[in-house]
């Protein structure tokens, strides 16, 4: 039975590559990272891998941090360049050839090319043969100094089973003919991503490496690495992974959402963090945390599960709006009100009312984008009708003539009260002789120039009565011509 120790205060990283946008898919990884780290009361650190001079950039980089922070996944510790860090790979390489566990391959891209068109031909996954295993040193060390293009390689040598206990899926066993003698050093002096990571991980004392089950197979190259520098092994743990719902793995390739992409939908950023927890069951999914720290103390890292994930966008969506209406309003007042000009009639409201405004409308919105659009009902004194809406509200002008009445017994600067907007409503229905939907109808149109929006209770209790009396006053300046009785 899979279990992760409790008594060992887990040194984790998340080390993406600075090509692109992160996107969900890996960010899964970070918050299991982290709140095992943090459970533990351990560290969580980041590296980033960016030895790809051509593909990564600055760019990527600060879509890294910045997605990060949004998360509020904090590294312990500054964050880890491997670009900056060449002699520690090279050093690491030096010491291996030393002790014979690494030689010099002067193979040319051709001579490799030709041993992957033979081994497909049979059928055989592309292996290199090793002939520049048996080079007499001396011969290597000439031709190194006469300037000759290499590589430098691990010598696994005879065929090896690389056998290790996964925390999350077991006993694993992979074979090492599954890759052959793999390149530790470009010959452009660069690590390659294996010699990078082992060396890294030494150190800066990572002691559980977590993440995707993808990486099985680069795992078995890392244990001979470790072996070879005369390590000691950390824990390994290979999660399912993050999949469509046609079973692809998310990827930027594939279009998987990035934080940014979360960020413009509106979804809150704890939703985010939850769902990413909870589909690997570690999480409870129907329980709203509110707070990273409450997510940390309900994780269970023995439920990490062994398959693959679906990703459900409707779900994170609907998990995010749960987030969104039990959030803290002042939070999203002090968020909105930056979009809000200073000579705007909302900021003649208290701040008590402004509050009351949000935490109703939140009722009948999932996320702060959909405040955004419908704050201007309350924040200005006009609205827009479309030319359909006033030819609509063209057929109730004893409704907005009544509804004018109604309103000119309420101090302007004043707000209704429930009871006050029910017998609002009562008088004009009164004197409109209407009811129902041809009541409520033609005031909500008045009132906000839309068929949909805020409840009609809400707009009568939250609109200042001056904004009301504007609204009714230019309609029935405009219907002027076609309402003799006033």
Not at 182 to 206: E, H, K, T
Not at 384 to 393: G, H, I, Q
Not at 423 to 437: C, F, H, N, S, Y
């Amino acid at each position: 039975m899979k279990s992760f120790p409790t008594n060992i205060p887990w040194i984790t990283r998340f080390a993406p590559s600075p090509t692109g946008v992160v996107h969900l898919g890996n960010l899964r990884a970070a918050v299991l990272n982290f709140f095992l780290a943090r459970q533990s009361g351990g560290k969580f650190l980041l590296r980033l891998e960016d030895t790809d001079q051509e593909r990564s950039t600055f760019a990527a980089e600060a879509s890294i941090l910045w997605s990060l922070s949004w998360l509020g996944l904090t590294p312990d510790e500054p964050v880890r360049h491997q670009s900056l860090r060449l002699s520690l790979y090279r050093n690491a390489v030096q010491e291996m050839l030393e002790a014979d566990q690494a030689y010099p391959c002067f193979c040319s891209e051709a001579d490799l090319e030709q041993e992957r068109a033979i081994a497909a031909s049979k059928g055989l996954p592309p292996r290199y043969s090793g002939r520049c295993a048996s080079l007499d040193p001396e011969e290597s060390a000439r031709r190194i100094a006469q300037g000759e293009n290499h590589v430098i390689r691990l010598r696994i040598g005879s065929s090896t089973q690389i056998c290790f206990t996964d925390l999350i899926k077991g006993a694993v066993t992979i074979p090492s003919t599954a890759f052959g003698d793999f390149v530790l050093l470009r010959s452009n002096g660069w690590p390659s991503y294996n010699l990078a990571v082992v060396v890294d991980d030494v150190d800066m004392g990572v002691n559980l490496v977590l993440r995707g089950e993808d990486h099985l197979t680069n795992t078995a190259r890392q244990i001979l690495l470790y072996q070879a520098m005369n390590k000691a092994l950390p824990a390994f743990a290979h999660h399912g992974l993050l999949v469509d719902n046609q079973g692809r793995k998310l990827s930027k390739r594939t279009g998987a959402l990035s934080v940014v992409d979360c960020m413009d939908m509106g979804l809150e950023p704890l939703a985010v963090v939850q769902y990413l927890a909870s589909l690997s069951g570690s999480l409870p999914s129907q329980q709203v945390f509110s707070s990273v720290e409450e997510m940390i103390h309900a994780f269970n890292p023995s439920a990490l599960g062994r398959g693959n994930a679906v990703m459900h966008l409707e779900d994170l969506q609907n998990l995010s709006t749960r987030f969104f209406r039990l959030a803290d309003p002042a939070v999203h007042l002090e968020s909105l009100e930056k979009d809000i000009a200073a000579q705007s009639p909302w900021r003649n409201f208290e701040r008590e009312h402004r509050l009351a405004i949000l935490t109703s409308l939140r009722e009948n919105a999932t996320q702060v984008t959909e405040l955004k659009k419908i704050l201007p009902f309350f924040s200005s004194m006009d609205v827009c009708y479309s030319p359909a809406v006033l030819m609509e509200l063209r057929e109730h002008l004893p409704v907005l003539t009544a509804l004018h009445h109604a309103l000119a017994s309420s101090p302007l600067q004043s707000c209704l009260s429930q009871d006050q907007a029910k017998m609002l409503l009562q008088q004009v229905g009164r004197e409109a002789q209407v009811k129902g939907r041809q009541l409520y109808h033609p005031i909500r149109l008045a009132l906000t120039g839309s068929e949909q929006g805020p409840e009609l209770a809400a707009l009568l209790t939250l609109l200042s009565v001056e904004q009301m009396v504007h609204r009714v006053d230019v309609l029935l300046h405009i219907f002027a011509p076609c309402n003799p009785k006033d």
